[in-house]
């Protein structure tokens, strides 16, 4: 059994290619080569920000030559691929590889080579004779990918100087630029040659003059950005049936297909009128009539399904007798050609784009070159996770579809690959098409808007009610049920993703004890099998005895952020410990220590579980059980980062996911990749993660469990911000329904205020009012008020609060004369009853402004 393992190398990526197989690979050495790939050069259009699913297969012309082999090695250098591979044996010499694309790969062109290595040793020490080889690869990555497919079988058939074969349709998608279509070979037309947008070609053989053999060509698709596709097809020139009206006839024909008889005229040479019969040798051999008077004529009829004739070579004899007259014995030939069961592509991949479409099956054209004959076909057997209505049937030349279908109970989320062959019973012969399924399977799951609730019970402000919505990933409509694991927490019993009903929370503090965080756990879950529940974190703090109107502490700290269930804000002053304050006290209650060396920007996970920081010093980022307030891992970062690099952590799909502004992410210790949402300042996501924003771009992002994790984020949209210049911050509301922007600026043409843009479409809706110079913190409270904050030194206001919908309600000032905040430097807590804040004083502040 070949080990499969993945390794990535200082400028590439090592993937396992094979399993089961004694070899799989292509090119090498010697005029044969040992290994071979189909196809040579591994090609495809690719809708921009997806991953496309490609399938090789290789096949070792002697796999006895490699018992030893042990590992097989795919080298990336220019990571064009991701860093997952399913395998499925075809026969005993051939496998298919599936890869897939990287979704961040860049609009264009991309062409290379990547090299296999074959093994015997997990470091590849030791290579096989003949290793390594090398496969091509050419991929064009754009918003408008093309295809060309055709409608029906492409392999043809045709006796020379016969009737030419129907054209063959195929369908043009993909593109609306202008393309070209060319034959590779002159025995090939393709009409029309030209075309604009998606359209139909037609495919036919023009003439009958070819010679006997078997002919193959491509029909090539071109645009005018450089996209190309082909469409394979062969055509096999039967032995001419000769028509003989006294000679003997011969028969050639694809066996299972119709034979045409031909007739066989006779006469005694005195040209006497006399009595005869006839009889044949065999039984598949027909003769009508077979008595008469001479002259005459017999017309002979091979049919092979009297006796299921195999393809070959056959004879048989017509004996001609007449009462005193000796017996004439004529011998006819029949070649019967093994027929060919074709389908448009080798290929079929299930599951949608993203692995959350099971329910949609695939169907694929058969043919059989029998023409009108048809014949009966099965399946294999298939793996749990797939299933067929169409598992056996009747396929000919005029094609029959094969529907596949994921069986999404016994999916397992990720990818999955595996053979089934089609095999087909004609006369004698069983032919076989053996096609490779791959699966694409996310996990679904249920998703709260939002992951963690923070609620109060004091003086300053009373929060004891928050309400949630839930969906399922997968578009659908599933039931839920609700329970909480603390008797001070009630929820919403039951419910259903497709309806209004909403999960509810209420916390009664009655039996808590002064001066009390308490936290628990609500979750969610359905009966439908194979559904991820959803696990929800509310805090809850009580206390008898409010916090002051405002409260400074003389502290010298650079980076600020705030818990989102506890009443709790964590800060540093970039060396290598990180303080925890309580809000409502203004007290330091514990410090981390051993974070990291040089600590720069943080984040919180959504459901306050964990605290994220980046460390410049060791180019690491370090994870923070917040629980436990210590240090619980270091993840190793692709790229070295300095103390202004923005972080964010969110759940896209319900997986926690950091998203580094240089354009990495990181989820569970393993980076994702480059190429995602790049933000040289600040972040912001809304509660469910489907956007995240920086301060004047909005990016779509989801997350699916095919490949080992795939991590989509579209193209960059815009924030029409109105910026007067400096972005410095931004933030969202919980329904995402709004952004804000501060800029040191202001809003052009409004002077120094905080610009509000429309969360949808980006487009500037308008500026808060008052505000001063100049704009560096925006943030928005759980119940959807919005703060904006200013490096005023000389200004009475350090942030303005407002309602909502944009309206003023109140003003604060805390920092000293000629002070002012630090940029970025203001969080709420997540009841939204407390503000806190930097300020170059140097100080930290603690603000009431109360709950809503």
């Not at 959350?356 to 793996?383: H, I, K, M, V, Y």
């Not at 972080?647 to 319900?654: D, K, M, Q, S």
């Not at 996911?657 to 990495?664: K, S, W």
């Amino acid at each position: 059994m070949v080990s499969m393992g993945v390794r990535r190398w200082a400028r590439g990526a090592a993937l396992c290619l094979a399993a089961g197989l004694a070899a799989c690979g292509g090119g090498g050495g010697g005029s044969t080569p040992e290994v071979s790939f189909s196809p040579s050069t591994v090609s495809a259009n690719v809708q921009s920000g997806s991953s496309a699913t490609l399938t090789v297969r290789a096949k070792a012309r002697d796999p006895e030559k490699f018992r030893r082999l042990g590992y097989v090695y795919l080298v990336d250098p220019d990571q064009v691929l991701l860093n997952s591979l399913e395998l499925a044996a075809v026969d005993q010499n051939t496998i298919s590889a599936t890869l897939h694309t990287s979704p961040s790969l860049t609009a264009g062109r991309h062409q290379g080579r990547i090299q296999v290595q074959l093994c015997e040793d997990p470091g590849c020490q030791v290579q096989l004779p003949g290793s390594p080889y090398e496969l091509d690869y050419d991929l064009n990555v754009s918003e408008m990918p093309l295809s060309a497919s055709p409608i029906g079988p492409t392999a043809l058939t045709v006796h020379r100087g016969g009737s030419l074969p129907d054209a063959i349709a195929v369908q043009v998608k993909g593109p609306t630029q202008v393309w070209t279509a060319t034959a590779s070979e002159s025995w090939l037309e393709v009409t029309p040659l030209s075309g604009t947008g998606p359209g139909v070609l037609a495919v036919g053989v023009p003439a009958s003059a070819l010679a006997e053999g078997h002919y193959s060509a491509e029909v090539i698709v071109r645009t005018s950005d450089g996209q190309t596709a082909s469409v394979p097809v062969t055509l096999d020139v039967l032995p001419t049936q000769f028509v003989l009206t006294s000679g003997v006839p011969g028969f050639a024909a694809v066996n299972g297909a119709p034979i045409a008889a031909q007739p066989l005229g006779f006469a005694l040479d005195n040209d006497v009128a006399t009595p005869w019969s006839a009889s044949t040798s065999a039984a598949w051999l027909l003769a009508t009539p077979t008595s008469g008077m001479t002259p005459a004529t017999v017309s002979l009829q091979p049919d092979p399904s009297r006796s299921r004739l195999a393809s070959g070579n056959y004879q048989a004899d017509l004996v001609l007798s007449s009462v005193g007259v000796p017996n004439k014995t004529v011998t006819t030939q029949l070649a019967l050609t093994r027929p060919t069961l074709s389908a448009a592509s080798p290929t079929v991949t299930l599951g949608g784009p993203k692995g959350r479409d099971l329910d949609t099956p695939q169907t694929l054209a058969l043919g059989l070159n029998t023409e009108g004959n048809t014949w009966p076909f099965t399946l294999s057997t298939l793996p749990a996770w797939l299933s067929s209505s169409t598992a056996s049937g009747r396929v000919g030349g005029s094609g029959s579809l094969l529907s596949l279908q994921a069986v999404a109970a016994a999916a397992t989320p990720g990818s999955s690959s595996a053979t089934v062959t089609v095999s087909a019973v004609v006369n004698g012969d069983t032919v076989t098409l053996p096609l490779t399924v791959n699966l694409n399977a996310d996990q679904r799951r249920l998703l709260p808007s939002a992951w963690g609730v923070g609620l109060a019970s004091t003086p300053a402000g009373s929060v004891l009610r928050r309400t949630l919505t839930l969906r399922d990933n997968f578009g659908g409509a599933l039931a839920w049920t609700a329970s909480s694991d603390a008797s001070w927490l009630a929820v919403t019993a039951s419910g259903n993703t497709a309806g209004a009903s909403t999960l509810t929370l209420s916390a009664d503090p009655a039996t808590l004890p002064d001066a009390t965080l308490a936290v628990a756990t609500v979750t969610v879950s359905t009966s439908t099998g194979g559904v991820a529940p959803a696990k929800i974190r509310v805090g809850l703090w009580k206390s008898a005895t409010g916090p002051a109107a405002v409260t400074t502490l003389g502290s010298t700290y650079t980076e600020l952020v705030a818990d989102r269930i506890r009443p709790y804000v964590y800060a540093h002053n970039g060396g290598a410990t990180i303080d925890v304050y309580n809000a409502y006290t203004a007290q330091k209650i514990a410090t981390v220590r051993r974070v990291g060396s040089a600590l720069g920007r943080m984040t919180v996970s959504p459901d306050g579980s964990r605290l994220y920081a980046l460390d410049t010093a060791e180019r690491s980022l370090a994870v923070v059980d917040l629980d436990t307030l210590a240090r619980s891992d270091t993840w190793p970062l692709e790229n070295a980062v300095n103390g202004y690099m923005p972080l964010v952590a969110a759940r896209p799909n319900g997986v926690e996911v950091v998203f580094v502004g240089d354009g990495t992410a990181y989820s569970g210790g393993r980076s994702l990749g480059r190429g995602y949402v790049t933000e040289m300042i600040g972040f912001a996501t809304t509660p469910d993660a489907q956007r995240v924003y920086g301060v004047g771009t909005r990016y779509d992002v989801d997350y699916s469990s095919m490949a080992k994790g795939v991590l989509f984020s579209g193209p960059p949209s815009g924030l029409d911000t109105r910026s007067g210049g400096n972005p410095i911050d931004v933030a969202v509301s919980p329904d995402g329904s709004r952004v804000y922007a501060a800029s040191g600026g202001g809003v052009s043409g409004s002077g120094y205020r905080c610009a509000v843009v429309d969360g949808n479409d980006g487009s500037f809706i308008g500026a808060l009012p008052g505000g001063d110079a100049y704009p560096n913190n925006v943030e928005v409270t759980s119940d959807g008020r919005s703060l904006c904050g200013i490096a005023g030194a000389y200004s009475g206001h350090d942030f303005w609060v407002y309602t909502p919908r944009g309206e003023l309600l109140q003003s604060y000032k805390f920092s000293g004369y000629s002070n002012s905040l630090l940029n970025r430097q203001l969080v709420v807590t997540p009841d939204g009853v407390l503000v806190v804040a930097l300020s170059n004083d140097p100080m930290i502040a603690f603000v009431t402004i109360g709950a809503p």
